[in-house]
Structure formats: structure tokens, C-alpha cells
């Protein structure tokens, strides 16, 4: 939101910036042009290199054409977990499952987090793994931990997660000192289908 505010002031301001390529906070390049429109800026890569040929003793530049594409999305997700609050403390998703990690609690010395996993895709899902850390408020490192959320019996059908079909999953539990936040830090690292 912030990059689309400065990004607003730069082209209100004046002509003086324009063709000016400025830098995003998530990295990428806009051209700000001189009347008051912006283009994202394409890098180059390897195979879009120019090429040159030598044709009758003068030399030709062919240009490849720029492809637009997607920025690979980032599989971890992190939120401040607030223990004992209503709502759930984060979802993730991969490959058409969604797992919906719940509000967070004590049961004893562990803190718990329930799980629910939704099979949006087409096949049958047998397993899914997740990845969590837990870090205090001040950064540091308190576990991290691979949780098979979700898993079926093995070569019996009937415990497999349907397609459009929803489950309660394995509550994650973690040793840490008990606080009243913390930060959270998940994603789902493998899901195996049949």
C-alpha cells in the first residue's frame, strides 16, 4: 500500500520525473512516464538477450519480445499469534488443499493449535505435512517443527480426504515457554494425493 501511495505523490507532483524508473518495496521496477501513466518495467533475461547477425557487412539487432509474467509467490506465511484470541491464527494452501490453523491455547506445558484441512482440488489427499516456527516477540527462535496435519490409513480408501470435502486434522503441538504472543511462521511442505 505504501509503494502505491509513493507511487501516487511521484506522478501528482510534477513532469519532472517523467520517465523516471523507480523501485517497489517488493522489488520490482515501474517507469513513470511523462503523462501521468506507469508501465511496470520487464527484465531481461538470458534467453531474451539480444542477438546479433552480420548480414552484407552491417550488423542487425533483433530484439526478443518481453514476456509479462507472474512473481513466484512465497510459500511461508507469518502472522503474531495472540493466545486464546477468537479467531483463527493463519491458513495456508498448496496444490488445491487448504489447511486452516486455528486459535491458539495451552493444554498443559504445550501450546496447541488445531487444524482443519479442505480438499479443494480433484484427487484424494492421503497426506499433508506442514512446516511451523515459533519465535518470542523479541525474534528470537523458539522451535521449528515439521507436523503431518493430515494423514490416512494407509490402503484404506475410506479414510482418504475426498475432493470438495472437508476434515478436523492433527492439532499442532509445540513445547515453548508460555507467553502471551508470539511470532508464527508456517507452510505447507508436502501434500501427497492418490
Known amino acids: 500500500m505504501k509503494a502505491w501511495i509513493t507511487l501516487a505523490s511521484l506522478l501528482a507532483t510534477s513532469s519532472t520525473y517523467a520517465a523516471e524508473v523507480i523501485t517497489l518495496a517488493d522489488g520490482r521496477n515501474v517507469k513513470l512516464n511523462d503523462d501521468f501513466t506507469w508501465e511496470y518495467v520487464m527484465k531481461k533475461t538470458a534467453q531474451q538477450a539480444t ?3 552480420a548480414t552484407t557487412g ?3 539487432t533483433i530484439v526478443a519480445p518481453t514476456i509479462a509474467t507472474i512473481p513466484v509467490a512465497t510459500k511461508t506465511v507469518g502472522t503474531t499469534v495472540v493466545v486464546n484470541a477468537k479467531k483463527p491464527t493463519i491458513p495456508l494452501s498448496d496444490s488445491g488443499v487448504d489447511v486452516l490453523i486455528g486459535s491458539a491455547n495451552y493444554q498443559g506445558d504445550k501450546l496447541i493449535l488445531p487444524t482443519s484441512i479442505t480438499n479443494q482440488s480433484s484427487q484424494s489427499v492421503i497426506q499433508v505435512e506442514v512446516e511451523v516456527q515459533v519465535f518470542d516477540m523479541s525474534g528470537q527462535q ?3 517443527e515439521n507436523v503431518t496435519v493430515w494423514q490416512s490409513i494407509k490402503r484404506m480408501a475410506d479414510t482418504y480426504l475426498r475432493p470438495q470435502q472437508t476434515e ?3 492439532s499442532i503441538k509445540l513445547a515453548v515457554p508460555q507467553s502471551q504472543q508470539y511470532q508464527f511462521f508456517a507452510k505447507v511442505l508436502e501434500v501427497k494425493t492418490r
Open 51 to 53: 542477438e546479433t547477425q
Open 168 to 170: 478436523q486434522g492433527k
Open 58 to 60: 552491417a550488423v542487425e
Open 142 to 144: 523458539l522451535t521449528k
